[in-house]
């Protein structure tokens, strides 16, 4: 009852009035300040600047109060060098002023490769990398090393670069490759070398250091090598050792040594030519059976011969009785 009492009375009618009205002013105050804020119903048309230079396409778009943003990320030999491609939103819709629009720009050129780590790869995995990269393969120079068919160096334009190294695409990048171990390498000389020089020389030619011989005491610092196995200059596959002899002394005081160690291990080739090598028996053999058989022969002859003489000797009595 009083609930109704207070619908029809004025304090109630004046009440709702007062609400809408303040509602209404609020609302017409909001959309107000919205339409002047976000300038309803004024637009700008974005020009058309696909084909343009990108600073020329800047000028044109700051003179319609738009904001920008370009990406220039790939680069695309179709279009010249900073020309636009696109733009988004589309040239000749509407935006309001001070719209960001994004305009896609082509680069001067191909973005600089990073050079990725090929060391110690296939050549075969290196090859596939660099060409999913936009590189070339170059030339591939083969160098005496263990690691066989593995990437040593990398080099570009004669120069050796190293992962991470930037360089245009479509460069071509030369590959050091390893060969293996060679057969048949030529011994370094080492004599009169001290042991670390001589070790290095070893490691450069990929040959490894054997049994040490000292002929007074074990010290690699003061002595020097007097002689080695294999010697130098002969034939000797990679990877196998070179035995050394090391001493204090000069070269001349161990040259009864050097006889010595040459007597086992580098002895002179015998001379064939200076001995004299019998025929084979069964050879000789066979001759004399060919000898016999043909001295055979001539004795009949001669013994014919000898028979037919008295043959002759009538003809010669035949011949005195005439002269009687």
């Avoid at 017409?28 to 020009?47: M, Q």
């Avoid at 990108?54 to 003179?63: G, H």
């Avoid at 000749?92 to 191909?110: E, H, L, M």
Wanted: proline fraction near 6%.
């Amino acid at each position: 009852m009083f609930l109704f009492r207070f619908i029809f009375s004025w304090q109630f009618w004046i009440s709702l009035i007062l609400s809408v009205a303040i509602i209404l002013g609020i609302a017409f105050t909001s959309l107000s300040f919205l339409s002047t804020y976000t300038d309803h119903g004024k637009e700008v048309t974005i020009p058309e600047i696909e084909g343009m230079n990108i600073q020329d396409a800047i000028k044109l778009v700051s003179e319609n109060n738009l904001e920008f943003q370009i990406d220039s990320f790939k680069y695309d030999s179709i279009y010249k060098p900073f020309e636009v491609i696109s733009v988004h939103p589309i040239q000749n819709s509407k935006v309001k002023r001070g719209r960001k629009i994004f305009i896609r720009c082509n680069p001067k050129t191909w973005k600089p490769i990073v050079v990725p780590n090929l060391i110690d790869k296939s050549k075969y995995l290196a090859f596939s990398q660099l060409e999913i990269l936009g590189l070339k393969v170059g030339d591939t120079l083969y160098e005496a090393n263990i690691s066989q068919d593995r990437v040593l160096r990398m080099l570009y334009k004669g120069k050796e670069i190293k992962p991470g190294d930037t360089v245009p695409k479509f460069s071509s990048i030369d590959l050091v490759i390893g060969l293996g171990l060679l057969r048949d390498a030529v011994v370094p000389n080492l004599i009169g070398l001290d042991y670390e020089s001589a070790k290095r020389i070893i490691e450069q030619n990929y040959f490894s250091t054997g049994i040490l011989h000292f002929n007074e005491k074990n010290d690699t610092l003061n002595t020097r090598i007097y002689y080695q196995e294999p010697i130098p200059n002969s034939k000797l596959d990679q990877g196998l050792s070179i035995n050394l002899w090391l001493s204090e002394k000069p070269q001349e005081e161990l040259q009864q040594s050097i006889d010595s160690l040459d007597e086992i291990y580098n002895p002179e080739p015998i001379d064939i030519s200076e001995f004299d090598i019998p025929e084979a028996p069964t050879i000789i053999k066979e001759k004399k059976k060919k000898d016999s058989s043909s001295n055979d022969k001539p004795t009949t002859s001669s013994a014919t011969t000898v028979k037919e003489k008295p043959k002759q000797t009538p003809a010669n009595t035949q011949g005195n009785t005439l002269v009687e």
